[in-house]
C-alpha cells in the first residue's frame, strides 16, 4: 500500500510539472516580455487617497490607490485606470483566467464601499501577481512602470525635465567602493524611462560584457552601512552592504532609488546554482565581475571560511589566479549565498537575533549562544509555503513599511510542520529569493529528465565552516538522497493571493490632503491565510528518518 501511494504521489507530482512546462510554453509567443529579470510581485493597496483638480481643498473630485510592490511604495491609480487594465489583459490573456474585477458604481461610494472596493482591488492584484503568466507580459510591466513615472512627476519627484534628457546613476560591479573586492563605480547615462533590463543592457555595455551573458547577471538597490560594531572591528573592515531589493522591469531604476535614499546600484549574479559559473569562466570579463564579486564576498564575511582557508585564499590573491580562487571558493557551503541584515526570529526561542543567509537550497540562521555561534539550515524542498505580512505606516513611512514579517511552514519530521517568522525589513527580499530559487530548482527537474541534481552535489564536496552545525529536529541538513514526492495544492491554491494584507482604519496626520488611510496588520494565523505555496516541497518518507 505505501509503494503504491508512493507512485501515485511520484506520477502527480510529474502531472504538475509537465502541467508548467505546458502553461509556460503556450504564453511563449503571447506578448511575454523577453527578460529573465523576472519574478513574481507582491502587491497590495494599504490606503487610499483624495485628489483634487484645482488644489484649494474643496470637494475632492476622485479617489486614487496607493499601489505597493514588493512591500513598496510603486505608484497610485485611479479605479478607471485599473479598469482599463483589466480590460487589455482580458482580450490579451484568453488562456487565463482572471479573477473577477469590482464592478462599477454609479453613485458615490460610501466609505464602507470605498474599502470594500479598495480591499477587492488588492485581492485581484495580488492574484495577478502570482500567476507567472500574467505577470509576464510585458504590456503590465510597461503598465506599471508608466504608472510609477506618471505619480513621480504629479508628485514632483521628477521633473519633466528629468523625462526628456539623459541622466546618470552609479552602479557598482563586484563590491562596494573602498572594500577589499576592488569593484569598478561606473556612470551609466539613462532616461527616466528605462526599465531594469534597459539599464542592465547600458551596463554590461559599458563593461564590454557579451549579450548572452547578460542574462547571468541583474541590479540590486543596496545600502553602504558602517563596518560592525563589534569590538573586533576596525576602520580598515570592508564597509557592509545591506540588500534592499532586486531591481524588475516593472520599475524605473532612477525613481525606485530615488524611493530608497540614500543607496546605490549592485551588479551580481542573478542565479543560485554554482554550475553556472561555468559559464562565465570562459569570458574574461565576466570571470572578473564573479571574482571581484566573490571577494567582495569573502571580505564581508558572506562567504564563511576557517582561518586555513582564508590564508589560501589570501595567497591566490596576490598571485592574481582568478581560476584557482574560485575553484577553491567553491568549496564552501556559504559560496554564492545572499546575506541579510540581523533579524528576530521566533527559532529556537522567542526574540532571538539572527543572520539570514539565503542560498544553496537553504534558508539558514546563525545565532550566538553565549561564545560559540550555531548555524540551523532549513531546506527550501522542506517548506510547504511560505507569507509575507507587513504593517504600513502610512505616508509617515511610504518608502518602507514599518515592520515586515516573512514566515514559512517547516516539515520539522514526518507529519510535522512548524511556522518559522523572521521579522526583517527584507523579509519581502528573502521572499523574492525564495521563490527565484524554487523556479531554478523546478526548471531543473523539468529540464533533466531522469537525473539527479544531488549527484552534482555529491561531486561538489563543502568545506566545513567554522560554526556548529544543527539541524531542526531529525531533518538532515546534508542533501537527501531519497525522494518520495511532490506536494501539489488543489485548483484553489491559483486563486488565492500568497500575500495577505488585512485592513484596518488608521488615523494619521500628513502632508496630503486625504479623507481616509488604511494600514495593513499581520496576517490571521489561521487555515485560511494566504500564502505562497511551494511546488519544490518533499515530503518525508521513511527512508529518511
Known amino acids: 500500500l505505501i509503494s503504491r501511494q508512493k507512485a501515485k504521489d511520484v506520477n502527480d507530482a510529474q502531472v504538475k510539472r509537465n502541467e508548467i512546462i505546458n502553461a509556460a510554453a503556450a504564453f511563449h509567443n503571447n506578448d511575454t516580455s523577453d527578460s529573465d529579470n523576472y519574478n513574481k510581485m507582491h502587491f497590495s493597496i494599504p490606503d487610499t487617497q483624495e485628489q483634487y483638480a484645482d488644489g484649494s481643498g474643496g470637494s475632492p473630485t476622485y479617489t486614487v490607490y496607493n499601489i505597493y510592490i514588493n512591500g513598496n511604495y510603486h505608484c497610485c491609480l485611479r479605479y478607471k485606470q485599473l479598469h482599463a487594465l483589466h480590460e487589455q489583459l482580458r482580450r490579451r490573456c484568453t488562456d487565463a483566467a482572471l479573477p473577477p474585477f469590482p464592478p462599477k458604481r454609479l453613485l458615490p461610494l460610501s466609505n464602507s464601499q470605498l474599502e470594500t472596493r479598495r480591499a ?20 503590465l510591466q510597461q503598465f506599471l512602470q508608466r504608472a510609477q513615472l506618471e505619480t513621480a512627476l504629479a508628485e514632483c519627484t521628477v521633473s519633466r525635465e528629468d523625462e526628456q534628457q539623459q541622466l546618470q546613476v552609479e552602479v557598482y560591479s563586484g563590491s562596494a567602493a573602498g572594500s577589499e573586492g576592488g569593484g569598478v563605480q ?26 548572452e551573458l547578460m542574462q547571468y547577471f541583474c541590479l540590486y538597490l543596496m545600502r553602504k552601512v558602517g563596518s560592525g560594531d563589534g569590538p573586533s572591528s576596525s576602520p580598515d ?32 549574479t542573478c542565479y543560485w546554482n554554482a554550475r553556472w559559473d561555468a559559464k562565465l569562466l570562459s569570458n574574461s570579463v565576466a570571470l572578473n565581475l564573479l571574482y571581484h564579486q566573490t571577494l567582495a564576498d569573502v571580505a564581508r564575511e558572506w562567504v564563511i571560511c576557517t582561518p586555513e582557508m582564508r590564508r589560501q585564499l589570501c595567497s591566490l590573491q596576490m598571485q592574481a589566479r582568478p581560476l584557482q580562487y574560485l575553484e577553491l571558493v567553491r568549496q564552501l557551503p556559504s559560496y554564492g549565498c545572499l546575506q541579510f541584515g540581523a533579524a528576530q526570529v521566533d527559532y529556537p526561542e522567542v526574540d532571538t537575533t539572527a543572520l539570514v543567509t539565503i542560498g544553496n537550497r537553504e534558508l539558514s540562521l546563525r545565532t550566538a549562544r553565549g561564545t560559540k555561534i550555531y548555524e540551523t539550515k532549513f531546506r527550501v524542498t522542506r517548506m510547504r509555503c511560505w507569507r509575507v505580512s507587513a504593517m504600513h505606516n502610512t505616508y ?3 518608502d518602507q513599511p514599518t515592520q515586515l514579517q516573512l514566515s514559512f511552514e517547516y516539515l520539522m519530521s514526518k507529519q510535522t510542520l512548524r511556522w518559522i517568522t523572521i521579522t526583517s525589513q527584507q523579509a519581502m527580499l528573502m521572499s523574492v529569493s525564495l521563490q527565484a530559487m524554487v523556479d531554478e530548482l523546478l526548471h531543473i527537474d523539468s529540464s533533466i529528465s531522469g537525473g539527479s541534481d544531488d549527484e552534482h552535489e555529491a561531486s561538489t564536496s563543502r568545506g566545513a565552516s567554522e560554526s556548529t ?75 529518511d528518518l
Do not use: W
Open 396 to 398: 509617515e513611512s511610504r
Open 186 to 211: 561606473l556612470l551609466v547615462n539613462c532616461h527616466v524611462q528605462q526599465n531594469a533590463s534597459a539599464l542592465l543592457q547600458c551596463v554590461c555595455r559599458m563593461l564590454q560584457l557579451p549579450v
Open 237 to 268: 573592515d570592508p564597509p557592509a552592504v545591506l540588500l534592499l531589493r532586486r531591481l524588475m522591469d516593472f520599475e524605473s531604476p532612477f525613481i525606485t532609488r530615488l524611493h530608497a535614499q540614500p543607496c546605490q546600484l549592485l551588479l551580481r
Open 469 to 543: 552545525i544543527s539541524t531542526p529536529s531529525s531533518v538532515s541538513s546534508s542533501s537527501c538522497t531519497s525522494t518520495s514526492g511532490i506536494s501539489t495544492t488543489t485548483a484553489t491554491a491559483t486563486t488565492t493571493p500568497p500575500v495577505k494584507f488585512l485592513a484596518q482604519r488608521c488615523k494619521q496626520q500628513h502632508k496630503l490632503t486625504t479623507a481616509r488611510t488604511f494600514a495593513a496588520v499581520f496576517f490571521r494565523n489561521d487555515e485560511n491565510a494566504a500564502s505562497v505555496r511551494n511546488e519544490a516541497f518533499e515530503g518525508i518518507g521513511d527512508d
Open 120 to 139: 477587492a482591488l488588492e485581492h485581484y492584484l495580488q492574484i495577478i501577481g502570482q500567476d507567472a503568466r500574467i505577470a509576464r507580459l510585458s504590456y
